[in-house]
């Protein structure tokens, strides 16, 4: 089976960093991109960050300049580099890949998520 499995997100004051990973296992022919989101109480889950296959990044306005994403490609893990932590970022966040499966079309898989909170 094809699994993502998050892990790095902790408690952290205003300001400082963490660096968030997602480990992709299983029988996968190609990742065709991978992604974080992220999802606070009360509100619908955003996209934070994104590469395709070709590694063009796009992140959302309220995290430019802050995070960062990447990949390696033989760990086939995914990371997301987060600096001048905000409140605002507290949120469960979440790795996203569309990948092709050995024998099957392309589809999204999600991880179990890990959770972030930012003090004041």
């Known amino acids: 089976q094809v699994q993502l499995v998050e892990s790095g997100g902790g408690l952290v004051q205003a300001g400082g960093s963490l660096r968030l990973s997602c480990a992709v296992s299983?029988?996968?022919?190609?990742?065709?991109?991978m992604g974080w989101h992220r999802q606070a109480p009360g509100k619908e889950r955003e996209l934070v960050a994104a590469?395709?296959?070709?590694?063009?990044?796009n992140y959302a306005d309220s995290v430019k300049g802050r995070f960062t994403i990447s990949r390696d490609i033989v760990k086939n893990t995914l990371y997301l580099q987060m600096n001048s932590l905000k409140p605002g970022d507290t949120a469960v966040y979440y790795c996203?890949?569309?990948?092709?499966?050995?024998?099957?079309?392309?589809?999204?898989?999600w991880g179990q998520g890990t959770q972030v909170t930012v003090s004041s």
């Open positions: 996203n890949a569309e990948l092709t499966p050995y024998g099957m079309g392309p589809r999204d898989y």
């Open positions: 299983g029988s996968i022919f190609r990742i065709n991109a």
């Open positions: 590469l395709t296959s070709g590694g063009k990044a």
